[in-house]
Nanobody, 130 residues
Framework: QVQLVESGGGSVQAGGSLRLSCEVSGYTGSGNYVGWFRQAPGKEREGVAVIDTRYSFTYYADSVKGRFTISHDNGKKTVYLEMNSLKPEDSAMYSC???????????????????????WGQGTQVTVSS
C-alpha cells in the first residue's frame, strides 16, 4: 500500500522560510511524478510544484516561481519543497501527491491541475503571518 506522509509545516512570519517533506512508502514502481498542492479555506486546490523523478524536471505555479524549490532524494524516497520569502497568501494546507509509473510525458498544465495522481497524503498546515 502506497502512503505519502507530509511534514515540516508550521507558522512563520512573512519573509520566512519552511521546508516541507513528503515521504513515500510502499511504492514499488519506477519513475513517476510527485507534486505539491495547497488549499486554503474557501479556495480551490492549487498545484504548487511538480517533479519528474526520472529526470528531475520541475514545474512551478507562477505564484511561487523564484521562491519555492522542489527536489527529491530517491534513496530516502522523499520529495522536498523549500519555501522562501513566504507571504501570507501562501498560508494553506499543503499536500503531496504521486502518480504511478509514467511512460512518456504529461503536460505541465495537467500535472499542476492535479488529475494524474493516484496517491495523496493527508497534508501539513502552513501559516504565514504578516
Amino acid at each position: 500500500q502506497v502512503q505519502l506522509v507530509e511534514s515540516g509545516g508550521g507558522s512563520v512570519q512573512a519573509g520566512g522560510s519552511l521546508r516541507l517533506s513528503c515521504e513515500v512508502s510502499g511504492y514499488t514502481g519506477s519513475g513517476n511524478y510527485v507534486g505539491w498542492f495547497r488549499q486554503a479555506p474557501g479556495k480551490e486546490r492549487e498545484g504548487v510544484a511538480v517533479i519528474d523523478t526520472r529526470y528531475s524536471f520541475t514545474y512551478y505555479a507562477d505564484s511561487v516561481k523564484g521562491r519555492f524549490t522542489i527536489s527529491h532524494d530517491n534513496g530516502k524516497k522523499t520529495v522536498y519543497l523549500e519555501m522562501n520569502s513566504l507571504k501570507p497568501e501562501d498560508s494553506a494546507m499543503y499536500s503531496c501527491a504521486a502518480t504511478g509509473t509514467v511512460v512518456g510525458w504529461i503536460p505541465s498544465s495537467a500535472l499542476l491541475g492535479g488529475r494524474p495522481y493516484q496517491y495523496w497524503g493527508q497534508g501539513t498546515q502552513v501559516t504565514v503571518s504578516s
